[in-house]
């Protein structure tokens, strides 16, 4: 069975780095795109990044365009999220899925797999 789990989450300031891994484990032949969301109390999930089977196409949400940067190691079976320039407004609980659908794969309730998620909170 195949699982997402997120981590690298936590507090920081305005400003400040975060580094988000999720770790897919389970059957893992198979190479599929990936992708990122949030959800900040109150809110629907928002999506945040995409990226291909294999690294090569990756796409961003306007909202972190220039401040986030999503990877993946396929060898380490391991997709991540890097946050800089962190603003208030990114708190919010951190997921990685297994979208379905086309690129670029932004429908939050499209997706086979949805990790437990990992929290961010920023601070001014």
């Known amino acids: 069975q195949v699982q997402l789990v997120e981590s690298g989450g936590g507090s920081v300031q305005a400003g400040e ?3 988000l891994s999720c770790v897919v484990s389970g059957y893992t032949k198979n190479r599929y795109c990936m992708a990122w969301f949030r959800q900040a109390p109150g809110k629907g999930l928002e999506w945040i ?8 196409q990756t ?4 909202s972190v365009k220039g401040r986030f940067t999503i990877s993946r190691d ?3 079976n391991t997709l991540y999220l890097q946050l ?3 603003e208030t407004e ?3 609980m951190y997921y990685c899925t297994r979208p379905r659908g086309t ?3 932004s429908d939050p309730h499209a997706y ?4 437990q998620g990992t929290q961010v909170t920023v601070s001014s």
Request: aromatic share 12%.
């Open 74 to 76: 396929n060898a380490k």
């Open 49 to 56: 990044a995409s990226i291909s089977n294999f690294g090569g």
């Open 84 to 86: 800089n320039s962190l």
């Open 90 to 92: 990114d708190s919010a």
């Open 59 to 62: 796409t961003y949400a306007d």
């Open 17 to 19: 780095s975060l580094t």
């Open 103 to 105: 690129w670029p794969y």
């Open 112 to 115: 086979t797999l949805k990790g």
